[in-house]
Structure formats: C-alpha cells, structure tokens
C-alpha cells in the first residue's frame, strides 16, 4: 500500500522552528520529486518547497526563501523540511506530495502530485 506519512508538526512560539518529516511506505522514494504544501484556514493551498529525486534541486516559495529548507535521505524513504524564524502566517496544515520524475526534474505544481500524506498541523503563535 503506498503511503506518505507526514510527521514533525506542533505549536510553537513565533521565531521558533520546526522540522517536519514525509516518511513513505509501499514504494522507493529514490524516484520520486517531493513537494510541500501548506493550506491555511480559509485559504487555499500553495506550494512552499519542491526538491527532485536525486536531491540535487530544490524550489522554494517567496514566502520561505531563506527560512525553510528541504531535504532528503532516500536510504531512508524520508524527506524533510526543516522550518526556521517561523511567522505566525506560517501556520497552516502541510502535506507532502510524491510524483515518479527524472533524478533533476522539480515539480513545484499541485496538480502535477499523484501521492499525498493526510497532513501535519503547524501552528505558530505570535
């Protein structure tokens, strides 16, 4: 059964961090570009940061450039994303999502994700 787990979220102070994790079962992640998306109440979903397969290439969103950054073990079927000087406009669910790609290619768009985890909760009070 494929799977994406995602783990890592809770409440923190305005500043703080937060690292999440997107752990998958039921199939090799070595192929598979991630993304990370976050939606806030009332608001709809974006794209916050997108690496490839091989992990050689990562996009981020405007909003996060230089705070949050995305990684990989693929020995270990996980991706992470470590969250830094988090903003309480940070604060939404995040979902990782996992589409088959080429060990360069990055895909930053929704629609181009097949998997996706059921979300983690990240709350930052101000």
């Known amino acids: 059964q494929v799977q994406l787990v995602e783990s890592g979220g809770g409440l923190v102070q305005s500043g703080g961090s937060l690292r999440l994790s997107c752990a998958a079962s039921g199939f090799a992640l070595d192929y598979y570009a991630i993304g990370w998306f976050r939606q806030a109440p009332g608001k709809e979903r974006e794209g916050v940061s997108c690496?490839?397969?091989?992990?050689?290439?990562?996009h981020y969103a405007d909003s996060v450039k230089g705070r949050f950054t995305i990684d990989r073990d693929n020995a270990k079927n996980t991706v992470y994303m470590q969250m830094n000087s988090l903003k309480p406009e940070d604060t939404a669910v995040y979902y990782c999502?996992?589409?088959?790609?080429?060990?360069?290619?990055?895909?930053?768009?929704?629609?181009?994700?097949?998997?996706w985890g059921e979300g983690t909760q990240g709350t930052v009070s101000s």
């Open positions: 999502a996992a589409a088959w790609a080429s060990a360069i290619e990055v895909l930053c768009n929704a629609d181009e994700y097949e998997f």
């Open positions: 690496i490839s397969s091989s992990g050689r290439s990562a």
